[in-house]
């Protein structure tokens, strides 16, 4: 099995979402009621996950820092 890239985990999320926000996120059956996703927590790591892709595509740039250290956490 093959890692996935951060962009392919984006496209899963975001099919996820779609599938809770056409389907709903909690279905019936045999009598018991079952949450398939938790929408927020799903929207949550789509957040983390885009905010890490646009890190690891970010082409630097010119940062100016007068007066203080930079540190980079």
């Given at each position: 099995?093959?890692?996935?890239t ?8 975001e ?20 949450t ?15 905010a890490?892709?646009?890190?690891e ?9 007068i007066?203080?250290?930079?540190r980079?956490?």
């Amino acid at each position: 099995m093959a890692i996935k890239t951060t962009a392919e985990w984006i496209e899963e999320y975001e099919t996820a979402i779609s599938n809770i926000l056409s389907r709903g996120q909690d279905m019936t059956l045999n009598g018991k009621r079952q949450t398939l996703a938790n929408l927020a927590s799903l929207q949550s790591e789509l957040k983390r996950l885009k905010a890490q892709y646009r890190a690891e595509t970010q082409t630097g740039g010119l940062s100016i820092n007068i007066g203080t250290h930079r540190r980079d956490y």
